[in-house]
């Protein structure tokens, strides 16, 4: 549609989609309320210029680009319902984009109302709009146009506001069309990264820059590049080097200056590599900080034209499409602003280095570049195109207030007893956003859909997140090792729904487990269970306790020596006659030898007595010898008389005993002895 055509209020593109009231025009497009008459809900569509729909490339690369951003589901991505081609009334055709209404206005209303932003709330827009830019980077999807306009504020839940990132793809679609050439091209100049001043082209790192810049406007409130032409600035981003933000508005922390200047290198390999990890080095600035997010505030968006208004806009010579002269949208907003094109061929995007001028020679100023002066003699017509580009960006807001009029509500489908992936499809297709998590089940096949939350046939808005409970199967034991501690085998067999229990019976004693830790579980680890059976763990009661060792036969001090090695304490129990073990000597101990669960043990010695041989001997030694060893000589005479009382004569010789020679007995045993003569 050119801006001489009439007003498609009323009109029917696709056979689906109704066109109502004129919300806003830019310099490639208009946005229009609508109505989505097979789903009766409110949408808002961007119709492109005519030029554009009659431009197969345009045509081809708007649709794969459409569908690329209709992927997107994400809280801060306005999201794309649909894209087509509508043949019109046989005149011409027109190329149109189906979007979400969005009730607010744009980031670029806020800075012009508010000015430059509190660091709180800069930051608070900042997230949200990397976290959209990484989702799209993680995608393959790269924007290319990072600015304020594409920046929408809606009214979320209590009224706060909900930031939205708008206009996927569309400057790669565009660029594509026959109107502009391989020597052109299109962007925002302010918010250029160098290289696609250079070269054109650009990737995530580009739309780091975009946002750096997005950042740095938002704290100084002003974009770091400022001229009469698109030409001046986009020198400025090729050649030099943004300022800190502390430059333009002191007091601004030297961790935010840093992050502003990461993003905004000229090398883009200097940069953060895309948006998500921007995102990263952001939030730990805030954390770092100390500053915590805050409310956003919904703009009001700017009055949009009457359906009925027609703006006359002289059409600009393909020649003079490369012309990077775009006046500036407010008089106290120096530069360009607006998606346009550039020319990269003439002049150069980078400028050598200034050479000190001859003796009586004058630097030449830069301003004298015969493409500047053209700009500048052409920068009154091409005011109006400023003005309607500036309406086009704020285009597409300000209209949600019709999207809760109705038509916004979708049923939750019927995906219980489906595999995850095809529930994924179904809920996708009715425009719901699946969050798929697992829960184990006794009787659903892994894979398979339990539940969603909300239930199936519970009305939801349309890229409301659905949970899909997906079963992970039913629970085994899980793999525990020997000396994990007690609350950690708790809270593993937890996690997989299974009840821990614990049993004394179970506990035993083990020389390589620590005491108190787990020594075994039951049933096996990776045995299957039913959700809520019991796993018995058994735990070590440490190493096994030593018995008391053997010491009879020994020494006295030779026991207590071995009993004390082995970490007993050994104490003196008293003596006892023993038959095989001589006085002196251990005959056993209490407890006694190989018992266990004890620390003292009494040891008892032998006082048994071993007799000596006397035979041979003199009755006096032999008396004598007996005496010594405890015992008590007695006689009897034999063949002389002598009887067990006659002990007069002691001048004899012993020729026989009783016990015998190395007999034990106990201490004070009589020894028999007959003798001669």
Do not use: C
């Amino acid at each position: 549609m050119t801006r001489t055509e009439p007003t498609l209020t009323g009109a029917l593109l696709d056979r689906r989609y109704r066109v109502d009231k004129l919300l806003a025009r830019g310099g490639m497009s208009s946005v229009h309320r609508g109505v989505d008459t097979r789903l009766d809900r409110p949408v808002a569509i961007k119709i492109m210029d005519r030029q554009f729909a009659e431009d197969r490339s345009f045509v081809d690369r708007f649709e794969l680009e459409a569908r690329a951003a209709a992927r997107l589901h994400h809280p801060n991505v306005v999201a794309v319902h649909d894209q087509g081609v509508d043949p019109g009334d046989g005149e011409y055709t027109r190329a149109f984009l189906v979007m979400e209404l969005v009730d607010g206005g744009t980031l670029r209303d806020l800075l012009d109302a508010e000015g430059a932003l509190d660091i709180h709330l800069a930051l608070s827009i900042a997230e949200p709009v990397l976290s959209a830019l990484a989702a799209a980077h993680t995608a393959g999807l790269v924007h290319r146009d990072v600015k304020p306009e594409n920046v929408l504020i809606g009214r979320g839940q209590g009224g706060n506001g909900t930031v939205k990132v708008g206009d996927f793809g569309l400057v790669r679609a565009v660029a594509s069309a026959g109107t502009t050439s391989s020597s052109v091209i299109l962007g925002t100049v302010a918010y250029l990264s160098p290289e696609q001043v250079a070269t054109g082209q650009t990737s995530a790192p580009g739309d780091v820059y975009s946002a750096g810049i997005l950042l740095y406007e938002m704290l100084t409130g002003h974009a770091p590049y400022t001229g009469d032409t698109a030409l001046s600035v986009a020198y400025r981003h090729v050649n030099d080097d943004v300022p800190a933000p502390s430059t333009a508005r002191p007091g601004i922390p030297p961790a935010l200056d840093e992050l502003v200047l990461r993003a905004t290198r000229r090398d883009p390999q200097e940069r953060p590599q895309d948006a998500g990890a921007f995102l990263q080095e952001l939030n730990q600035v805030r954390t770092e900080l100390g500053i915590a997010p805050v409310p956003v505030p919904v703009p009001a968006a700017p009055e949009a034209p009457e359906p009925d208004t027609v703006v006359n806009v002289p059409s600009v010579p393909d020649a003079e499409r490369t012309v990077p002269a775009i006046p500036a949208v407010r008089p106290d907003s120096p530069g360009p602003r607006g998606t346009r094109a550039l020319s990269r061929t003439a002049p150069p995007p980078a400028m050598p280095p200034r050479q000190a001028p001859a003796d009586g020679e004058q630097q030449p100023p830069i301003q004298e570049h015969p493409d500047l002066a053209e700009a500048q003699r052409r920068r009154k017509r091409l005011i109006a195109i400023g003005v309607v580009v500036a309406l086009l960006l704020a285009g597409g807001i300000g209209t949600a207030v019709w999207w809760f009029n109705g038509g916004r509500w979708v049923a939750v489908p019927q995906v219980a007893g489906a595999q995850q992936d095809l529930a994924e499809r179904k809920l996708r297709a009715a425009e719901l956003v699946p969050q798929v998590v697992q829960e184990r089940h006794n009787t659903a096949a892994s894979g398979t859909v339990i539940r969603t939350e909300p239930a199936a046939g519970t009305d939801a808005l349309i890229g409301d997140k659905v949970r899909v409970v997906v079963s992970a199967g039913k629970p085994t034991v899980p793999s525990i090792d020997p000396g994990t501690s007690v609350a950690r085998a708790e809270q593993a067999i937890r996690d997989v729904q299974l009840e821990p229990r614990r049993d004394p019976n179970a506990d035993d004693f083990s020389a390589t487990v620590p005491e108190g830790a787990v020594l075994s579980v039951s049933p096996q680890p990776g045995t299957p269970a039913n959700i809520g059976d019991p796993v018995t763990i058994g735990v070590s009661k440490g190493p096994p306790p030593t018995p008391v060792p053997t010491v009879q036969g020994k020494s006295k001090e030779q026991a207590f020596q071995e009993l004390r090695a082995a970490g007993f304490e050994p104490f003196e129990a008293g003596e006892e006659f023993s038959k095989e073990i001589e006085a002196g000597k251990v005959t056993r101990t209490d407890p006694a030898a190989g018992a266990v669960g004890t620390k003292r043990v009494g040891v008892f010695v032998s006082n048994s007595v071993r007799v000596p041989s006397v035979v041979g001997r003199s009755i006096q030694d032999a008396v004598r010898l007996l005496s010594e060893s405890g015992l008590e000589p007695r006689f009897q005479g034999r063949g002389n008389g002598r009887g067990d009382d006659d002990d007069d004569d002691r001048f004899g010789i012993v020729v026989q005993q009783e016990p015998n020679p190395g007999k034990l007995v106990k201490t004070g045993s009589k020894v028999r002895m007959r003798t001669l003569p």
